[in-house]
């Protein structure tokens, strides 16, 4: 059975204890701020009775035209049945407030968005990469990214397979003996 969420109004409880600039759009719940004001939304958002925000569904980012980034936050209130989207202007320092400390499930999300987009969690508490390695030096899903064209889709992989047989070969010699090579 599916549940439809009541989605409330909630201008005057943000007007009344968020004091920074600030737009919210109840038609639409979505909340826009600058995300050098997520540690108090954060702690708002999980500690307000009225709201009750208490589990993170979803955190991704995205990167606009100009090259500008936000972090968007999509919050579901189980005891309420509200909902609401955050969308925070990222700072040039790529760095934001990690909310893992409000809510668990931004742990993976977080690392998510590190390793595709290369926004950084202060206070993250195992921020590293979660599908590449901890020696790739790009982010994917930015739009500064430039994929190479592939002219056969079987070529693809062929570094990996020198690079996993050079890593065979290099262990079986760490094992034999030094005399015995």
Not at 69 to 80: G, L, P, T
Not at 151 to 171: C, I, M, P, Q, Y
Request: aromatic share 12%; proline share 4%.
């Amino acid at each position: 059975m599916n549940h439809v969420l009541d989605q409330k109004d909630f201008s005057g409880l943000f007007s009344e204890n968020l004091k920074f600039d600030y737009e919210y759009d109840p038609a639409s719940q979505i909340l826009r701020l600058d995300a050098e004001h997520l540690p108090e939304l954060f702690a708002l958002l999980a500690m307000d009775e009225r709201l009750a925000m208490d589990y993170l569904r979803d955190l991704t980012a995205k990167e606009q035209p100009e090259g500008e980034f936000h972090v968007v936050y999509n919050w579901v209130s189980i005891e309420h049945h509200h909902t609401l989207m955050v969308v925070a202007k990222v700072p040039e320092s790529m760095e934001v407030l990690s909310a893992t400390q409000y809510w668990e499930s931004a742990n993976w999300m977080e690392r998510e968005v590190w390793d595709m987009f290369g926004i950084r969690f202060a206070g993250h508490p195992d921020l590293r990469r979660i599908y590449l390695e901890e020696t790739v030096s790009f982010f994917p899903l930015r739009k500064s990214f430039r994929t190479l064209p592939v002219e056969n889709v079987r070529d693809l992989g062929g570094s990996e397979r020198e690079l996993a047989k050079a890593r065979a070969k290099a262990a079986k010699a760490e094992k034999e003996p030094a005399g015995d090579k």
